[in-house]
């Protein structure tokens, strides 16, 4: 079918649709405005004059997009922890260093007082002890001795927030393969990777979010409003509907009404706003979600979007659970 652009009534914003969707109603993926899609002929330089639903008539349902919480950052919070710990070690030993050079220092000059004329024996006791003040390899061997409390001390910190990390972080990334066919939708080990209008789509973070009617799997690359890659797939799935065990399969033969809704949103140029593009239907999805643990749920996909630049996505990748978002949360 034929591509086309038009703006955003609300926001400006660029949206690039397939011609089948003229006349429909979709949701801005930036401003979350309710808009109908133009026809392909249509005039679009003026905005349609508003037209006030009359009393009686119920709204018709919409889908939108749900804004996404920022995923808190667990690596930097760890982080900051342990260069605080570690700081903290680092000035008590310096501070207890530089009081144990301030005594010897004071007692030297009180030997120097009462032993004005003591002749060698002073002098050289003097020097012992000035040597061992400096000397390199004592002076490392505490430092040695600092940087194992100020290890123990990460090590126990780290025992009682009981931070599980992400389990996908030690997988290589996934090289999937993109195709639209059943045979080529096979879903690669590894972690969850691809490519977005032809640029490569490395996922900081993923999650599962109520909104409209069902919920929202979104899988983003940089942080919040930083985000220069983004997928979002609209899953017919309860809010209330546990995602454990759960699967979807879509190809690119699956009517667009028992298929999931699929919003792909890219920088194609810094200096200019995302693009944003729906995909209703013609797409090729696997989901697979499995049994949560204590910290985590699991899950892998493979999705292919029938764009000229083949985007695709595919690999396994974890969802912190209720506990653990609530625990991230509290610190």
Sequence with gaps: MA???FSCQGCGQHI??????SGQQIICPVCGASLTVPFLA?????????VEPAASAAPAPQRRLVPKKEPFPVQKVVGWTVGAVIGAVAITFLLHKADTWQVKLDQ??????DHSSGGEMVHIAKLYETLDATDPAKMEQSQMKARARGEKAVADMLAQLKVQPDPTLIMPLATPQWGLDDSAAQIPSGRVHGSISGQEFTPDSVRLDPGGYGRVLSFQQGVGTTADHEI?????????????????TVTKETKAKDAAQIV???????????IAKTYG????LRLEFDQPTRDWQGGRIYLALPDTNQTVLAGAFSLPTPQ???QLQLR
């Design 16 to 21: 690039q649709c397939d011609q089948q969707w």
């Design 281 to 284: 239907s013609g797409y090729s």
């Design 324 to 326: 653990q978002a609530a």
């Design 3 to 5: 591509e086309f652009k």
């Design 232 to 248: 979002f797939i609209y899953l017919n799935l309860n809010p209330n509907d546990a995602s454990a065990g759960r699967s979807w």
């Design 42 to 50: 249509a005039p679009v330089a003026a905005p349609p004059p508003r």
């Design 108 to 113: 030297k000059e009180k030997d120097v007082a």
């Design 264 to 274: 792909k949103r890219w920088t194609a140029n810094p200096k200019f706003a995302p």
